[in-house]
């Protein structure tokens, strides 16, 4: 299968030697310089390889409008942000991956594979999730894995997928303690350089969302220097 990829950046020289380069690798390529082009016909490639500062509509807005709808679509941000505020702003809405320019081409290829093989393991899982389990509760929480949400104490709210990956592998290690490695290699692969302060922040959330005292955890706790721990 040929894959289509979508190009936003209004820099027409970084668009188009990105294009040339995509298409010697086999990937059909279209090119929009405004984040709302973007957003009219994403759904018609498989991939997303975005730029920040755009003319429009900035990228992080792009990223969060199709988030809304599609908690799945590949999606690459290459910036000259790099702050590092952007990155896990980028991140926690939702993005598959971040590259900082000037990068190599190499790496880009790589991530781009890559955000591809997790698309298609992603949906293999999510077939494979939602058919074996379809909730699951604990505390007054439970997870819709069908829908992407979830019913807390202090409500409904809607979950990416990203955080019910993470949530489900906290589930089915119930009672065992499990490393920050193993939970990053869970959710974005194991050559990931996330730092690990990524999964703290997920963490954290998930303790504001699912805890009724935050700071006293009873169903997501840290084990100093080795991980975390989820008890039902
Ligand atoms: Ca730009």
Redesign the pocket.
């Known amino acids: 299968m040929v894959n289509k990829i979508l190009i936003i950046?209004?820099?027409k020289n970084i668009s188009n030697s990105l294009k040339l380069i995509l298409e010697n690798e086999g990937f059909i390529v279209t090119i929009k310089e405004l984040g709302t082009e973007g957003l009219a016909c994403y759904s018609q490639h498989d991939l997303m390889i975005l730029?920040?500062?755009?003319p429009d509509i900035d990228g992080i807005e792009v990223l969060k409008q199709i988030r809304k709808i599609n908690l799945q679509y590949p999606i690459l941000i290459v910036s000259a942000k790099t702050k590092e505020d952007d990155l896990v702003n980028g991140l926690s809405l939702g993005a598959d991956d971040y590259i900082t320019k000037p990068f190599s081409i190499n790496e880009l290829l790589m991530r781009i594979k890559r955000a591809l093989q997790r698309q298609q393991l992603y949906e293999h899982k999510t077939n494979h999730t939602a058919s074996q389990m379809k909730s699951y509760s604990f505390g007054k929480n439970t997870i819709d894995f069908v829908n992407l949400k979830a019913s807390t104490e202090q409500g409904e709210r809607d979950l990416t997928s990203q955080e019910v990956q993470l949530l489900l592998v906290l589930f089915k290690n119930e009672g065992k303690i499990i490393s920050r490695t193993s939970l990053m290699e869970e959710i974005w692969g194991h050559s990931r350089d996330i730092e690990s302060r990524t999964i703290d922040n997920f963490i954290v959330r998930f303790r504001k969302y699912f805890e009724p005292d935050p700071k006293n955890p009873k169903h997501i706790l840290t084990k100093r220097g080795q991980g975390y721990l989820f008890l039902n």
């Open positions: 950046e209004d820099e730029d920040l500062m755009l």
